[in-house]
């Protein structure tokens, strides 16, 4: 089982729906991160958070630590945020840490 | 402020020779990680550095690849005598501090491909 999990894994919409994508996590962690890759290949860090909800602009993530729980959402979904999403978790070893991914979630909005 | 800065963004190389690529971290930051993005495959870990340091570099293969962080200058990280399994996009990403309560911010990647 990966230690972190993201659905779904593909994700097709119209223009305007209200998009949410999930990220769920088997370890403790102290913070998560979304991230969003670019069909060209960039790679953009979009939010980290440790609790509850944080928004930017037509992006807003949530978290729920005691669940293991994150959700990433779009509202009003335009053409030009078909991306890679990314969920991130900092696994620590020996006080190092590093970022484990989830797999992605592929999201395309049909104009 | 510049942004993280990766180089080369496209390196060809054959079977048998050397790849480096170089990061420079952001202005202020002290922390450089090393991804690996194999084709139609997730971000994997390879090496977490501080300035001339490495803390942890359990996601590196064990043979042919090293990482390095001097006290001025980039980030390498030196591939020897590349495979074809080596193709992939090699990213690194700054923080200011560790990752666990610090955003990354990550450079527009190398993509490797080995003929």
């Known amino acids: 089982k990966n230690e972190v999990e993201q659905s779904p894994q593909n994700l097709t919409a119209q223009e305007g729906e209200f998009i949410t994508i999930n990220c769920s996590y088997s370890?403790?962690?102290?913070?998560l991160h979304w991230l969003q890759q670019h069909p060209g290949g960039g790679i953009v860090s979009l939010f980290m958070?440790?609790?509850g909800k944080k928004k930017h602009g037509r992006l807003i993530a949530t978290i729920n630590i005691q669940e293991k729980h994150s959700s990433l959402h779009i509202t009003a979904s335009h053409p030009r945020d078909s991306a890679v999403y990314i969920c991130?978790?900092?696994?620590?070893?020996?006080?190092?840490?590093?970022?484990?991914f989830g797999t992605g979630t592929r999201l395309t909005i049909i104009p | 402020n510049a942004g993280v800065m990766q180089n080369p963004r496209h390196l060809v190389r054959r079977r048998g020779q050397e790849a480096r690529l170089r990061c420079s971290p952001m202005?202020?930051?002290?922390?450089v990680y090393w991804y690996r993005q194999l084709p139609e495959e997730g971000l994997k870990f390879m090496v977490y550095?501080?300035?001339?340091?490495?803390?942890?570099e359990s996601g590196m293969p064990k043979e042919r690849f090293s990482a390095e962080f001097p006290k001025e200058g980039p980030s390498i990280l030196r591939i020897q005598q590349v495979v074809r399994g080596d193709s992939a996009a090699y990213f690194c990403?700054?923080?200011?501090?560790?990752?666990?309560?610090?955003?990354?911010?990550f450079g527009p990647g190398t993509r490797l491909t080995v003929l």
């Open positions: 990403a700054s923080s200011p501090q560790g990752a666990i309560y610090n955003e990354q911010f």
């Open positions: 370890v403790g962690i102290s913070a």
């Open positions: 958070l440790s609790s």
């Open positions: 991130a978790v900092p696994l620590t070893t020996f006080g190092n840490e590093k970022l484990t």
């Open positions: 202005k202020g930051h002290s922390h």
């Open positions: 550095l501080q300035k001339e340091n490495i803390i942890d």
